[in-house]
């Protein structure tokens, strides 16, 4: 073979997206924010217990999204941290009976770790060869969950049974809607972290990586620091998720974090928009209802149904809920022109 | 020593399936510098097509060669109806779009077929191969096509016209379509052949697993992972790499206490990636020198 094929101008596998371009302006977040607070005061407890898990998957969408559009790293693992994150808080809950809310941060600090070591060996890897690797950290979590070595802390295949919290100081509400507040607050605290985290010195590295590592290590950026750092973060921020989500959920059980898990958050980036944070909370709202969605249109055909839905998704907007934003962005600036 | 030496047939024997498999995941990867997720999915409609035939009363090798011009053609039309409009699209929603084509073709071939698991029948019939327990006449068989395959596919992609102009289009395609290579129709041949050979490796398999909508999933996954080791730019690396996740999934199983059916992938997977973090692109696969 001729030394012309072994020399690729690869295009970055993640487009360039300007940070300015990450978030939304202060009066379409101060809407958003308005109906996610109202919002649960008028509808059913079903209702606030899937807006709950809307904001939790919404966080672990979150998470990828600051590694895939930040850094361009690829995961196919998440679903790993969030099962560790989720044990984590379930564990403490159940067995050491630590308040549930001081749960949270052990839970994130445990998968900061995790993440920061398993971006060690990722370093070497890029594209299709992470994919795989965090592939393998996917498959393997629910498989270490049920390992007899452990089942005195996880409940083996059984898994742990997790008391719902109540609402705190007397608060006249119940325990839904206090989850859900509580869940919303830690998810707009973590939202600016990110937000932020995207906008400061780091969160520029994380970006020259994403666009040419070359060019960023020339620069000065330590890659291999950046690198490690982007995938601890993501998944502290998804183990915080996690943790979450066993409150939600009130229960863990090592099949509840599967493969299936880890790809319904690539697709929930992908539907929102690949490096755009506010997206986040579409790509969750398409994983959690539009299942439900295809499973009313045909019972037999659901699957065949959402990969349709999918499909038409992808087909109308490659680059997900971002692309909505900013053509909807030009045509109110035209309409204001005018 | 026997067990030992055993295992290694048992693992080659469960190996052929990996490395037929393999050779699907590469020859889409030669084409369209990704990998395709719904492969496995699309090789087990095909397998469906040529039982369906069976049924109606067709012979083997009628329906085997049938599916196989089905499978090509269906994975050109795939392509050109699906996955050229995203051609412009960035990856990631390609690889939405492999998601979205697996769940259509599994919950399709659900529907039609349903999910009981079925017998398939095969041509090398199925008693001891030179009087060995551990590897049957339809497992060389497979080996012995898997094997027939890929020399097929080197010859292609190293001697004949098509072949070079599709690894052109696949390594260079602004250069490819300079020199008058068709670069969108070669990714639509790529998927056609890879719609082929996935269609031979769903024939191969299915007397060993059983035929039924999920029938692929474990195996893609080792498919991957062997293509992977092997390199991706590689045929002969994907089946190499083939026989030896089989190798490693037996041995791991056999000699590491406490590793059960269960922990079986996991270690292989986490053996592949050790493999990788120290060779990046694969057993034989080159790395590739990025221009600045």
Redesign the interface.
């Known amino acids: 073979m001729s030394a012309v094929d072994e020399v690729a101008t690869e295009a970055p596998a993640v487009e360039a997206v300007p940070k300015r371009a990450m978030t939304l302006g202060s009066g379409t977040s101060l809407v958003v924010l308005v109906l996610l607070i109202a919002v649960p005061l008028f509808v059913k407890n079903f209702i606030i217990f899937q807006m709950t898990m809307l904001l939790i998957y919404g966080l672990a969408v979150l998470a990828l999204n600051i590694l895939t559009g930040g850094s361009g790293q690829f995961s196919l693992g998440q679903s790993a941290f969030y099962a560790i994150g989720a044990y984590t808080s379930a564990i403490l809950m159940e067995q050491y009976d630590v308040n549930y809310a001081l749960t949270l941060p052990v839970a994130g600090v445990v998968c900061f770790v995790a993440g920061f070591l398993f971006g060690l060996p990722a370093l070497r890897l890029s594209g299709v060869y992470l994919a795989l690797a965090t592939f393998a950290l996917a498959t393997a979590m629910p498989q270490l969950l049920k390992l007899g070595f452990f089942e005195k802390w996880t409940g083996g295949v059984q898994g742990l049974v997790v008391t719902k919290p109540d609402a705190p100081f007397g608060l006249p509400i119940g325990q839904d809607a206090w989850l859900y507040y509580f869940t919303l607050a830690i998810t707009i605290a973590i939202y600016i972290f990110s937000v932020n985290l995207l906008r400061s010195r780091s969160g520029r590295a994380f970006m020259a990586i994403r666009d040419n590592e070359i060019a960023a290590s020339a620069m000065g950026i330590n890659v291999a620091l950046y690198k490690t750092l982007a995938f601890g973060v993501s998944a502290g921020i998804t183990g915080v998720a996690g943790g979450l989500g066993a409150i939600a959920v009130q229960f863990v059980a090592p099949d509840s974090y599967t493969i299936t898990l880890a790809i319904a958050l690539f697709l929930g980036m992908v539907v929102g928009g690949v490096g755009w944070l506010p997206g986040s909370i579409v790509g969750s709202a398409f994983i959690i209802f539009v299942p439900n969605i295809a499973e009313n249109i045909s019972k037999g055909l659901s699957g065949a149904v959402f990969g349709v839905i999918l499909f038409l998704v992808i087909f109308l907007m490659p680059h997900g809920a971002r692309q909505v934003a900013i053509v909807s962005q030009q045509l109110i600036g035209r309409l204001r022109k005018n | 020593m026997e067990l030992f030496s055993n295992q290694i047939l048992a693992g080659i024997s469960t190996g052929a399936i990996y490395a037929c498999m393999a050779l699907a995941v590469v020859m889409i990867y030669q084409a369209i510098d990704?990998?395709n997720f719904a492969q496995g999915e699309m090789a087990m409609f095909s397998t469906f097509i040529s039982w369906q035939l069976m049924q109606w009363g067709l012979p083997y090798w009628a329906a085997f060669v049938v599916t196989i011009a089905f499978s090509f053609l269906a994975g050109i039309a795939i392509e050109r109806v699906?996955f050229k409009?995203?051609a412009?699209?960035?990856?990631?929603?390609n690889?939405?779009?492999f998601?979205?084509?697996?769940?259509?073709v599994?919950?399709?071939a659900?529907?039609i077929w349903d999910f009981t698991i079925k017998q398939y029948p095969t041509p090398f019939g199925s008693s001891p191969f030179l009087g060995s327990q551990l590897i049957s006449t339809h497992q060389a068989g497979m080996i012995g096509v898997t094997l027939l395959l890929l020399v097929a596919l080197y010859v292609f992609f190293q001697y004949t016209r098509v072949g070079l102009a599709m690894?052109?289009a696949a390594?260079?395609p602004e250069?490819a379509r300079l020199v008058g290579i068709n670069t969108s129709w070669m990714i639509a041949l790529g998927w056609g052949m890879a719609a082929a050979i996935g269609s031979i490796a769903g024939m191969l398999i299915a007397p060993v697993v059983f035929l039924e909508p999920n029938m692929m999933g474990g195996v893609l996954?080792y498919g991957?992972?062997a293509a992977?080791l092997g390199g991706?730019s590689s045929p002969f690396g994907a089946v190499t790499g083939g026989f030896l996740v089989g190798i490693l999934e037996n041995l791991a199983g056999t000699y590491i206490p406490?590793v059960g059916n269960?922990?079986k992938?996991?270690i292989a997977?986490?053996v592949?990636?050790?493999v990788?973090?120290v060779k990046?692109a694969g057993l034989f696969g080159?790395p590739?020198?990025?221009?600045?």
Request: charge should be positive.
């Open positions: 990704h990998l699906l409009p995203l412009k699209a960035p990856i990631l929603t690889v939405a779009g998601i979205a084509l697996f769940s259509i599994n919950s399709s659900g529907l690894r052109a390594s260079l250069s996954i991957f992972a992977v991706l406490g269960e922990l992938l996991p997977l986490a592949i990636v050790s990788l973090v990046p080159r590739i020198v990025k221009r600045v």
